[in-house]
């Protein structure tokens, strides 16, 4: 556009006269008399010149806005398109803190629940409420500010509060504010302790959950191994009750008691076996009493290298939860071994022990018992087949008379002699006698995961049984007794078998040329043998029970397991489980803070957008573009009045302007706000530090 040339004010007196008359012409000019001290034409320069101001305010507006100035008198607010976009966001910002009230709800919801991805959701917008709170605040705050402020404009107040008001639209400013203006009193108090909200509600948005480790106790059945079955032609479904079960399942008996005694130290002496199965102690082992106390205490297992299994395979558990602790007692029976010392005996001269066992044997040949006799031998299909193996030990009866009856009227008393230790030129054995009673007990085991230990024992208090009521009938002993000596094998000439070496005290009789404790068995306590033999023994009884299912452990499918076609026994307990979770944990002192912060919060956001629309004049105050307003040294048109400051910064976004020194070529400086119509006009009432100002 075409511009006028270069002239001071002293050139346009009329415009001034036009500008000074309007100033002196208004009501408020008039009842108060006011009158304008006039700038000297001298105190200008030449950057300051006439213009066609309705020419330039097409160059001032951005070219996307095709608005005129408004010279004509209309309403100070004005319904517009952009006034209800502005409306939607103001209730929009009124309605964000709800947000932070949902949250506060939600932490509480979640509150000693496990992880879930809900609770993930909520902790992960939890961490944006240091940064987002802030923001809301800020945003909420600053609108009630100016609402407050425009509101006390249009009623009359001091300027100073004006200014406090507007200039605390930060914790920063507010500060300020009150230090500069000296304005110490309740208003800036207030206005103080609103804004150190801020930080304390985004602060306390993120500690409202968090994540801590707590207890959650349950009940569940559980089944474990049941060796406490009577055989009463039912129950008990062993592998020694006949021929064929012996014939088809010896083998897995054998592995399962070779893999046992082949055991290293650490799971001889764990409360579990190789298979994760929980061992049962012998309980006389570990009471304190000589005799059985009649209120049958509660002995307490320390899990030392002492302690004396009552198998060497444990029991198997089904059902326990892979992660917690699990409590809970279950009832089992073992076969248990009272032995007197050895007994040492010399063979006739002829070479014979008839001598020896005068009553007879149940199952051997006195002259010879070393030898497997041939008609108990079973084979396949339960027939009978001979032959000929020798052996360093034996077991047997004296009992010649057991019935198919298992309630015995006494222990059942059994022998056990062996060769091992004896001069290969002396015709001697050692005996011991030993009479068997079964043990029943209730044993407190603890689980930690699937992996158990028994941690107190008595005697079972349910299973009241006679002790001498056997789990098994006469045919079963039998088989067992035959079973025994060649369980590991056939013994050689002048080698012990890995059973008489066990016996004797070694821990590792599998392994080749490892010399056991005792020599021989002369030196062996018959107390020491009875732990021994209850263990062995019972390792080999367990085993047949269920011989596929021992080596599944406690994770095994226990219905898969058979013998063929006999089921594993099986009884089921109670398991109390304790697990150590992961849970939320809300913070009710935070979550309380956040929920007084944040309802104040919306108060203010309610309270700032009545005062925003219910208002009359314009939103003018703390706008730069305010400045132009009734200014001399701005050259505007007539009219403009009803903008607000953002609409008046719109229409003349483009204007030059500047904090500039209108008398610079004077002695005494006059600071004004300008337009300027050109860059190079900048420098030309640039302020300086080192000049006096008026």
């Not at 019935?403 to 002396?426: M, Q, R």
């Not at 050692?430 to 699937?450: H, K, P, Q, W, Y």
């Not at 005792?518 to 021994?532: D, E, L, Q």
């Not at 021992?550 to 307990?573: C, Q, R, V, Y």
């Amino acid at each position: 556009m075409a511009l006028a040339s270069p002239l001071s004010y002293e050139a346009c007196p009329n415009d001034l006269q036009v500008f000074h008359a309007n100033a002196k012409s208004s009501p408020l000019a008039r009842s108060h008399n006011l009158k304008r001290k006039p700038v000297p034409a001298a105190t200008t320069h030449g950057a300051y010149r006439i213009i066609d101001t309705e020419e330039c305010l097409n160059e001032y507006k951005n070219k996307d806005d095709d608005k005129d100035w408004p010279t004509k008198p209309q309403l100070l607010r004005k319904r517009t398109t952009l006034t209800y976009f502005v409306l939607c966001w103001d209730v929009l910002v009124t309605l964000l803190p709800v947000v932070f009230l949902v949250f506060a709800a939600c932490a509480l919801s979640l509150d000693k629940k496990q992880l879930s991805k809900f609770g993930a959701n909520i902790r992960k917008g939890n961490t944006l409420g240091p940064t987002v709170f802030p923001i809301v605040f800020a945003a909420i705050a600053a609108r009630l500010m100016k609402g407050i402020a425009l509101r006390r404009a249009e009623q009359g107040t001091e300027l100073g509060l004006l200014e406090q008001l507007i200039g605390s639209q930060s914790l920063a400013g507010a500060i300020e504010r009150i230090v500069l203006l000296r304005r110490f009193g309740i208003i800036g108090t207030t206005i103080i302790i609103l804004w150190l909200l801020s930080p304390l509600g985004g602060q306390c948005s993120l500690r409202t959950l968090a994540v801590t480790n707590t207890n959650i106790i349950e009940q569940r059945q559980v089944d474990y191994f049941n060796v406490s079955l009577i055989d009463n032609g039912d129950d008990v479904m062993s592998v020694f009750r006949s021929g064929s079960g012996l014939y088809n399942d010896a083998s897995a008996i054998r592995a399962l008691l070779l893999a046992s005694l082949l055991e290293p130290d650490t799971v001889l002496n764990s409360p579990v076996d190789s298979w994760n199965n929980v061992k049962i102690p012998r309980l006389d082992d570990l009471s304190p009493f000589e005799d059985p106390a009649p209120e049958n205490p509660w002995v307490f297992i320390n899990q030392t290298a002492d302690t004396v299994w009552s198998s060497l395979s444990g029991l198997m558990i089904h059902g326990l939860p892979t992660t917690g602790i699990s409590t809970f007692t279950l009832e089992s029976s073992y076969i248990d071994f009272a032995c007197s010392d050895s007994t040492w005996f010399n063979a006739s001269s002829n070479g014979s022990y008839d001598e020896v066992f005068k009553e007879g044997l149940r199952l051997h040949n006195t002259s010879w018992p070393f030898i497997a006799p041939a008609d108990r031998t079973w084979g396949p299909g339960g027939t009978l087949v001979e032959v000929n193996r020798s052996t360093t030990f034996f077991m047997d009866t004296s009992f010649s008379d057991l019935t198919g009856d298992p309630e015995l009227k006494g222990p059942l008393n059994l022998i056990y002699a062996s060769l091992s230790g004896v001069p290969d030129n002396v015709s001697a054995l050692e005996l011991f006698n030993c009479s068997l009673a079964v043990a029943r007990v209730e044993s407190d085991i603890t689980c930690d995961g699937d992996s158990c230990a028994a941690k107190r024992m008595r005697r079972s208090e349910v299973d009241t049984r006679s002790s001498y009521t056997m789990p098994f009938i006469p045919r079963m002993i039998d088989s067992i007794l035959l079973f025994l000596p060649f369980a590991t094998g056939t013994s050689y000439s002048g080698h012990s078998s890995p059973i008489d070496q066990y016996m004797l005290g070694s821990d590792s009789p599998m392994v080749p040329g490892f010399e056991p404790v005792a020599p021989n068995f002369a030196v062996v306590t018959g107390r020491n043998f009875s732990k021994r033999l209850t263990t062995i023994f019972n390792t080999v009884w367990q085993s047949s029970l269920a011989p596929f299912g021992i080596a599944l452990g406690a994770t095994g499918n226990f219905s898969a397991a058979t013998d063929f076609a006999n089921p594993i026994p099986l009884a089921s307990t109670t398991a109390t489980i304790t697990r150590e979770v992961l849970v939320y944990d809300a913070s009710y002192p935070f979550i309380g803070l956040l929920l007084i912060i944040t309802l104040v919060l919306q108060a203010c956001a309610i309270a700032g957008l009545i005062l925003k629309y219910t208002a009359t004049a314009p939103d003018i105050l703390g706008y730069i573009s305010t400045m132009t307003r009734d200014n001399p040294h701005v050259v505007l048109p007539n009219g403009g009045h009803t903008l607000d400051g953002l609409e008046r910064a719109r229409y003349l976004a483009k204007m030059k302007v500047q904090l500039a020194d209108i008398a610079c070529d004077q002695a005494e400086g006059h600071l004004a706000f300008v337009n300027m119509d050109r860059d190079t006009d900048f420098s030309k009432g640039k302020l300086s530090k080192k000049k006096l100002y008026v």
